[in-house]
T-cell receptor, first 111, second 111 residues
Framework: EDQVTQSPEALRLQEGESSSLNCSYT??????LFWYRQDPGKGPEFLFT?????EEKEKERLKATLTKKESFLHITAPKPEDSATYLC????????????WGLGTSLAVNP | NAGVTQTPKFQVLKTGQSMTLQCAQD?????MSWYRQDPGMGLRLIHY???????DQGEVPNGYNVSRSTTEDFPLRLLSAAPSQTSVYFC??????????FGSGTRLTVV
């Protein structure tokens, strides 16, 4: 069964303290792995798509990487405005229009 | 502003009542989906559509109906509301069927 597991469930950082969020997955055939950010009371906001192992994408203080078993979202020198829940999702070869979602990591960055 | 518009933002229903959650997008996206988000359960797909006139069930379709008569609109109908349908509902659309743009959500309470 295709599955996405995110860790940790919650993470509290001091401003400027870099860290990584993990998304481990099992899938019959990966078509794409996606990272989203969700602020309280809002819908998820798309961040990155990764398609193959070794691929990396960057946006401001965020960098997403992908291996054959997991993806990391690296946050470098975070700021309080990076506080949000970060969601990981994937699409598989069977039905690549239906995403499989993780439960997310709730990140709090203290000033 | 281009994007996905959901109405209403908040709704309280009595058990047994029916209602329609509205969703409209102005990006000419073919793919549209409805999700519900519950604490500890993550995002769960209710119904989705790959184009006007085409809909299919997601993982939790019972108690909900959808139709897609135009590219822009994808309403979600609750047939007879139950307390178990208390949730936050998100509509999302996509050009590719992979990276989705989400609406801001409808918070539904069934009493």
């Amino acid at each position: 069964e295709d599955q996405v597991t995110q860790s940790p469930e919650a993470l509290r950082l001091q401003e400027g303290e870099s860290s990584s969020l993990n998304c481990s997955y099992t899938v019959s055939g990966l078509r794409g792995l996606f990272w989203y950010r969700q602020d309280p009371g809002k819908g998820p906001e798309f961040l990155f798509t990764l398609y193959s192992a070794g691929e990396e994408k960057e946006k401001e203080r965020l960098k997403a990487t992908l291996t054959k078993k997991e993806s990391f979202l690296h946050i470098t020198a975070p700021k309080p405005e990076d506080s949000a829940t970060y969601l990981c999702a994937l699409s598989n070869a069977g039905n690549n229009r239906k995403l499989i979602w993780g439960l997310g990591t709730s990140l709090a960055v203290n000033p | 502003n281009a994007g996905v518009t959901q109405t209403p933002k908040f709704q309280v229903l009595k058990t047994g009542q029916s209602m329609t959650l509205q969703c409209a997008q102005d990006m000419n996206h073919e793919y549209m989906s409805w999700y519900r988000q519950d604490p500890g359960m993550g995002l769960r797909l209710i119904h989705y559509s790959v184009g006007a006139g085409i809909t299919d069930q997601g993982e939790v379709p019972n108690g909900y109906n959808v139709s897609r008569s135009t590219t822009e609109d994808f309403p979600l109908r609750l047939l007879s509301a139950a307390p178990s349908q208390t949730s936050v509902y998100f509509c999302a659309s996509s050009y590719t069927g992979r990276s989705y743009t989400f609406g801001s959500g409808t918070r539904l309470t069934v009493v």
